[in-house]
């Protein structure tokens, strides 16, 4: 399988369904909004451009299955399955905020091998493939080299419904107020992620996250230089709900401090 032949050929499907989701943001109606869940939208963009996902990445593997936040397409395959997420940051979306990306990954069984995050506002394409570097619009990137959280700018996100664990978070937002350079919620994951591997963050973290907003910016990251875990160090980072990103020199610190204060219980 050449994986960067469908990297780029995968990068020409979005960045179309990305030009649909940009022309349908210039004239877009609140009114057309459907709740899902508590603080949990979804509008016929996002359920159009994921029809448009599938329809185009079907041809380039006709035998891959889905995993896809509006479940267009349910088929799961024992090998391939491409992880969908349309349009991230959906709430940003029907308010009229950037950012927002679409978020495409390829996965061979558990493991991600493919991932391209566009985030249409600032029309950036970040991408990799299992054996190459990260890159941004054609462009090498790596994440930071900061040494310490004290120096770092972090990025997070808030909770839309699982305030289970709300009293730790809110620990972490104090701590990293006060001990780094600050921290920045911008609400899209794929596009926090996106921004650790090219350097524009030194560290991510949240929970009570989907496949979708993930598979394809932890990939990202690591093929940038950083490292991914969820908030027990370990590799259940994709359909664990939980996430860390960082680079290397700060990834022990950071993870030490989130294991503190995030602990469960």
């Known amino acids: 399988m050449n994986l960067e032949k469908i990297c780029f050929e995968a990068q020409e499907i979005i960045r179309q369904t990305g030009t649909y989701i940009i022309r349908e943001a210039e004239n877009f109606n609140t009114d057309k909004v459907e709740t899902k869940g508590l ?99 054609e462009n090498e990137i790596t994440v930071t080299k900061t040494d310490k959280v004290q120096n770092s700018l972090i990025a997070t996100g808030f909770p839309y419904y699982d305030y289970a664990r709300l009293p730790q978070f809110m620990k972490t937002l104090d701590f990293f107020m006060r001990n780094s350079h600050g921290l920045r919620r911008l609400g899209s994951a794929a596009t926090d992620l996106a921004y650790v591997a090219c350097g524009r963050f030194d560290a991510f973290y949240e929970y009570s996250l989907s496949p979708w907003d993930v598979a394809a910016g932890a990939f990202i990251v690591m093929q940038a230089g950083g490292k991914v875990c969820d908030f027990n160090g370990e590799s259940n980072y994709i359909f664990g709900k939980e996430i860390i990103a960082s680079n290397n020199n700060i990834y022990n610190e950071f993870l030490t401090d989130i294991k503190r204060m995030m602990k469960h219980g």
Do not use: C
Request: charged share 25%.
């Open 39 to 137: 603080h949990d939208f979804v509008s016929f963009v996002d359920k159009n451009s994921e029809q448009q996902l599938v329809d185009g990445l079907k041809q380039l593997l006709p035998k891959a299955g889905f995993i896809a936040e509006e479940q267009t397409e349910t088929f799961r395959s024992d090998k391939y399955n491409w992880v969908i997420d349309p349009l991230d940051g959906t709430t940003n979306f029907i308010h009229g905020l950037m950012p927002y990306a679409i978020s495409v990954a390829l996965m061979d069984k558990e493991k991600v091998i493919l991932g391209v995050i566009y985030e249409l506002s600032r029309n950036e394409m970040f991408y990799a493939w299992s054996g190459s570097k990260a890159y941004l619009n």
